[in-house]
């Protein structure tokens, strides 16, 4: 009689297996970057009791482990076979805003379901990049044809419009980078490429004189920019300035910051948490923060150079591109390099959806990551 094999060896075995592919490192990177904008909003709230900031985004961010563990677990493939269905929901999501969106700030970019508000253009960025990805690894003989190039451009086109229409121009902005990002791990060719890139800022250089692509308020947050003064759309941008300078190089201390005490920089909590860490930690606790953004897009990059299978590689590139544009520019904006364009901080600024669509992207990136060979380091 034959004897069989032992299950719980190869139960051992599996398991084993499993946790050498999953990416502790970048659990740990997202978890350290999750800490710090909690410990940034507690910090503002604690100067303003009755704002409850820190309190709710502790709560969004429990909530937020339903999507972590929802693409965490669910195949890759799942998505891949669903892609059209994604793309219809998030048509009619972004359509719905149009129709019974919520306004505020001079935007209508929110549906009330209940006691949340949820913001269709941001969880957009996560299905932009699953249907995009899905689109070229089902062509990827093809992916050298202009026509290719162009029907993938008409592919993210309708949901730019409609992000931009609310108006929205980062976000739009954010579909565009997403889409080349995956244009160039695709291994589109440079030239179409190049010559997007060349047209997007030229109609983006034009927009000044043409009348409806950019609203008044946009505008002067662009002259602003270049004034370097406290008018029109330049104050937030001013303010972040002065922060930055109180912290010096050893900040503030936690909890002790002059200019968000006073009350100096409007919406600080969300596209301007970083003053928080720049006042309170200084030059060394913001680079310690930059470092851990470092590190976090390191982790991203890892999982897309990694991947052996196209549409891995891809989803891995499209978040790349999304974290990384996020970063750079919420950064920019604070230190007054770029203009105001309503970017948030990734894991760090106040807001549930934007703090749900980086979980959720977090725990694709583990699930695609367990795929592939194991790293070290």
Same mark, same amino acid.
């Given at each position: 009689?034959?004897?069989?094999? =032992? ?170 980078? =997403?889409?080349?990002? =995956? ?39 662009? =002259? ?71 590190? +976090? ?17 891809m989803v891995a590139g499209g978040l790349l591109g999304l974290f990384s544009f996020h970063t750079i520019v919420n950064l920019g904006m604070n230190l007054q390099l770029l203009p105001v364009v309503g970017l948030w901080l990734p894991f760090l600024s106040y807001g549930g959806t934007a ?21 070290? +380091?």
């Amino acid at each position: 009689m034959k004897s069989r094999p =032992i299950a719980p060896q190869l139960g051992a075995e599996d398991r084993t297996r499993t946790l050498l592919r999953f990416d502790w490192w970048l659990l740990l990177a997202a978890f350290l970057l999750i800490l710090t904008g909690l410990l940034s909003q507690y910090s503002i709230q604690y100067s303003r009791p009755e704002t409850g900031f820190f309190t709710k985004q502790l709560l969004r961010t429990i909530v937020g482990l339903v999507p972590f563990f929802l693409f965490l677990r669910i195949p890759a493939r799942t998505w891949q076979r669903g892609a059209w269905t994604l793309y219809a929901l998030n048509i009619v999501l972004l359509g719905a805003v149009l129709v019974a969106g919520r306004s505020g700030g001079g935007a209508t970019r929110w549906i009330q379901i209940g006691p949340l508000d949820f913001q269709p253009s941001e969880m957009a960025k996560l299905f932009v990049t699953l249907t995009v990805a899905t689109f070229f690894a089902a062509r990827t003989e093809h992916v050298d044809r202009f026509s290719t190039f162009a029907l993938s451009f008409l592919h993210v086109l309708v949901p730019m419009l409609l992000i931009f229409k609310q108006p929205h121009l980062g976000g739009a902005l954010v579909i565009l980078v =997403i889409w080349l990002s =995956i244009c160039t791990v695709a291994r589109v060719p440079g030239k179409f490429i190049v010559a997007t890139v060349a047209a997007s800022v030229a109609l983006l250089a034009s927009a000044f004189t043409i009348p409806g692509i950019m609203t008044d308020y946009q505008k002067a947050r662009v =002259i602003a920019m270049f004034r370097g003064d406290d008018s029109d759309g330049g104050y937030q941008s001013l303010r972040a300035q002065i922060a930055f300078g109180v912290g010096g190089v050893a900040g503030s201390g936690y909890l002790k910051g002059e200019q968000k005490e006073g009350r100096h920089i409007p919406e600080q909590q969300t596209d301007f948490i970083f003053t928080v860490v720049g006042e309170e930690g200084g030059l060394v606790g913001s680079a310690l923060v930059l470092a851990m953004f470092g590190f +976090f897009l390191y982790r991203v990059w890892l999982v897309m150079l990694c991947a052996t299978e196209p549409f891995a590689k891809m989803v891995a590139g499209g978040l790349l591109g999304l974290f990384s544009f996020h970063t750079i520019v919420n950064l920019g904006m604070n230190l007054q390099l770029l203009p105001v364009v309503g970017l948030w901080l990734p894991f760090l600024s106040y807001g549930g959806t934007a703090m749900w669509l980086c979980m959720a992207a977090v725990g694709l990136l583990l699930n695609l990551r367990q795929l592939e060979k194991p790293v070290l +380091f």
